[in-house]
C-alpha cells in the first residue's frame, strides 16, 4: 500500500464498492473510528434519537 517513496495510500475504492453508501453504513464506519480513538462520537450521530 505504499508507493515509491514509501507514502501510505490507504485503499479507498475496496470500500467505495464493496458496501452500498447506506446510512447504516456511514454509521458503523463512523463509530467504530470513533471507538478506536480518545474522542468521543461526532454529535451529529445522536439526531435521530
Same mark, same amino acid.
Given at each position: 500500500m505504499t508507493?515509491? $517513496?514509501g507514502d501510505?495510500?490507504?485503499p479507498v475504492k475496496t470500500f467505495t464498492y +464493496?458496501? #452500498?453508501p447506506s446510512d447504516e453504513n456511514v454509521y458503523?464506519? +463512523?463509530t467504530a473510528?470513533?471507538?478506536?480513538?480518545s474522542? #468521543? #462520537?461526532p454529535p451529529l450521530l $445522536?439526531?435521530?434519537d
Open positions: 508507493d515509491e $517513496n501510505f495510500h490507504f +464493496t458496501l #452500498p458503523g464506519k +463512523t473510528l470513533a471507538s478506536r480513538s474522542l #468521543p #462520537p $445522536n439526531i435521530g
